[in-house]
């Protein structure tokens, strides 16, 4: 029996770590280590009709989703949690272009490590000029984040242009009735070359069969200088490692890319990104929280516990979470791409 191939790099050096049935169905799958470049993966691809409506009211594989709630008021959802950490950390990213654009010399000092500024290099406008901020949510799923940016209007003073990318009832309701630019899986691609200057993947990569493919086009995409924002599940984190494929996380009929901080910078620099590292606290908060969406009582006592820095600190060391790096697209001091993504 032939290795399986790897869905991020390609590689044939793999192995089986096991396999397990779906979370709602008795059909078997299995999940594949990549020696390569450190991808657990899962085959086969359950294909992508598992995502209809039932799936969005949380009655798949994934419980715990509620597009139909985040759609009518994300407020009242505790999605806000996540979308004020996205914010902050794209704020910072700026502000440190910013700074650097004012120096005009490229020395101007950076915040500490860990201060959850990305780019050490920035080609976003200076504070003078304050132009807009193009921002491209990729995977915009009911619309919260898209909806949360719209009524903040502007980041570091730059107003947002705002597109989504994502196809079924939720994109074509947030297209027709609230009035969003959204580029289904068709016109994605013939969006011109650096387009962008921040593009967010909130929670979209594991479910992707051929992530390498879309990450190729996410970078080509992104402005040099600009900021990738993307979430995903760690694989290395201790819960993680000591429950194996059995970790919640690994439900096989949906996630399918599974990422550890290696396997994810690997990605980031096969298509000229660089990884950087955040440090995340409503992201941390939020995961917690929406485990406990059918347990009201737990989810308040949580979210009293998660005010408290040494718990939010010690939940985010046992998953990972702010491990998992987001990304850059740096400029080469020629001017030119340092890799070009085609």
């Not at 390498?212 to 970078?219: D, G, H, K, R």
């Given at each position: 029996m032939s290795a399986a191939r790897c869905r991020a790099c390609g590689s044939t050096d793999t192995t089986l770590r096991g396999r397990k049935p779906g979370w709602t169905s008795p059909r078997e799958y299995s999940f594949h280590d990549c020696r390569t470049c450190g991808l657990l993966f899962v085959e086969?691809?359950?294909?992508f009709e598992i995502y209809d409506d039932a799936y969005y009211r949380g009655e798949g594989p994934d419980p715990f989703v509620d597009y139909e709630s985040e759609y009518r008021d994300w407020r009242r959802t505790d999605r806000g949690l996540e979308f004020d950490d996205f914010a902050r950390i794209a704020d910072a990213h700026l502000r440190a272009g910013d700074g650097r654009q004012e120096a005009g010399d490229g020395k101007t000092e950076l915040p500490p490590v860990g201060s959850s500024v990305l780019s050490p290099v920035s080609c976003l406008p200076s504070p003078a000029q304050r132009s807009a901020l193009r921002w491209l949510d990729f995977g915009c799923g009911a619309g919260g984040f898209l909806k949360y940016l719209r009524a903040r209007g502007t980041i570091n003073g730059h107003p947002l242009e705002l597109t989504g990318h994502d196809v079924g009832s939720y994109a074509d309701l947030l297209a027709r009735t609230d009035g969003f630019r959204i580029l289904d899986l068709a016109a994605l691609p013939r969006e011109p070359a650096a387009t962008y200057d921040v593009i967010s993947m909130i929670e979209v990569i594991e479910h992707l069969p051929a992530p390498?493919?879309?990450?190729?086009?996410?970078?080509r995409l992104l402005k040099p200088g600009g900021l990738l924002l993307l979430t995903t599940g760690n694989?290395?984190?201790?819960?993680?490692?000591?429950?194996?494929i059995h970790y919640g996380y690994c439900a096989p009929e949906i996630h399918v890319s599974l990422f550890s901080p290696r396997s994810l910078a690997h990605l980031?620099?096969?298509h000229g990104l660089v990884p950087h590292p955040v440090r995340y606290r409503g992201?941390?908060?939020?995961?917690?929280?929406?485990?406990?969406?059918?347990?009201?009582?737990l989810r308040a006592l949580a979210r009293s516990a998660l005010t408290l820095p040494p718990v939010r600190a010690l939940v985010d060391r046992l998953y990972g979470v702010s491990a998992m790096p987001c990304a850059t697209k740096i400029q080469a001091p020629n001017g030119q791409n340092p890799k070009k993504s085609q």
């Open positions: 086969p691809f359950a294909g390498s493919e879309q990450l190729a086009l996410v970078a694989l290395d984190g201790p819960v993680a490692r000591r429950q194996g980031y620099r096969a992201v941390v908060d939020f995961k917690v929280l929406k485990t406990l969406r059918h347990r009201p009582a």
